[in-house]
């Protein structure tokens, strides 16, 4: 008990990590047909809304439209985010160039969230083509075509409430006193290695995850009723956490080393179970430096990895 109230102190002294704290994200979309993405609404609204929700450092766009200078960012150029946004409601550069791009950004650590338009078009130009789709990155089955609503529609059946994703998250709603709104996915399938944490109130999947916890796929459109007041989410609901959850979530999916629990938070069960762990040395969670032992260069590692937080 005295090492464990020892540990605690160490663990106030550090006090805990910042939660998605420090990130820096990218919106990466084709948006619309701008020459002007920084100042075009359809980008700058996801943009403010994320900025809006405190959880990022830096929120910066990155146009992929054929049109008007938008351009298929490199890698080098992605891996200065933590994670990225993606969408289309217009062609991009080069849909195969992006989808290699974007795969590898994923291999090499980052976080991706792709959202309607890019994971339901029929359109091949406004897809992630390339390696993202010939080597299956996917969640939802491409292509299957969107559906919208003329009516309010709501956030249905939270199958994993406690889910990173969904924290915060109380409510969440199309703003359609017309034909448009609710834009979700056509199928209700997810691919075999995916699972579903949120649905619309038919069923529609609204937030999937899958194995690799660098990927989510959302079955919203990002931009807001504040761009048009006859649909797209509510802004006065909570879809800019929604969007700022996920991209935090597959952020701490490449980085968190500290969350041995895989809930998405590096906190007190986390530090206790490495406690534990370093006590009965067990190197299948203490060897931190992965020279086959548990010493204290492995504690003193750990204690590092959670004071960075997730």
């Known amino acids: 008990m005295g090492t464990r109230f020892a540990a605690l102190g160490i663990m106030?002294?550090?006090g805990g990590p910042a939660l998605g704290q420090g990130l820096d994200v990218a919106i990466v979309a084709a948006a619309t047909n701008t020459a002007d993405e920084q100042n075009n609404p359809r980008f700058t609204d996801p943009r403010d809304k994320l900025v809006s929700t405190g959880l990022f450092d830096s929120v910066t766009i990155i146009s992929t439209t054929r049109f008007g200078g938008g351009h298929t960012p490199t890698l080098e150029e992605l891996l200065q985010y933590d994670s990225i946004l993606i969408w289309s409601n217009d062609s991009h550069d080069d849909s195969v160039g992006l989808g290699n791009v974007v795969a590898d950004y994923v291999d090499a650590g980052g976080g991706v969230v792709h959202a309607v338009f890019g994971n339901t078009?029929?359109?091949?130009?406004?897809?992630?083509?390339?390696?993202w789709n010939d080597?299956?990155?996917?969640?939802?089955p491409p292509a299957s075509n969107w559906q919208g609503a003329d009516r309010r529609w709501e956030m249905g059946e939270v199958i994993e409430p406690d889910h990173p994703i969904m924290e915060g998250v109380e409510e969440f709603a199309s703003f359609a006193e017309n034909a448009w709104g609710a834009f979700r996915p056509n199928t209700r399938d997810v691919m075999p290695w995916a699972r579903k944490i949120a649905l619309w109130e038919d069923d529609a999947s609204l937030v999937v995850v899958g194995d690799n916890p660098r990927v989510v796929e959302l079955g919203m459109h990002p931009v807001s009723s504040a761009v048009n007041a006859l649909g797209y989410w509510d802004e006065s609901t909570d879809g800019a956490l929604l969007m700022g959850n996920a991209l935090v979530y597959v952020a701490g999916g490449q980085s968190c080393a500290a969350d041995l629990d895989g809930d998405g938070d590096a906190d007190a069960d986390d530090f206790f179970g490495y406690l534990d762990a370093f006590a009965a040395g067990d190197s299948a969670v203490c060897d931190v430096d992965g020279d086959g032992d548990c010493d204290a260069d492995d504690f003193f590692g750990y204690l590092d990895q959670f004071a960075a937080g997730c």
């Open 121 to 131: 078009s029929t359109n091949p130009d406004r897809q992630l083509l390339g390696r």
């Open 12 to 14: 106030l002294l550090l």
């Open 135 to 140: 080597e299956q990155y996917f969640l939802i």
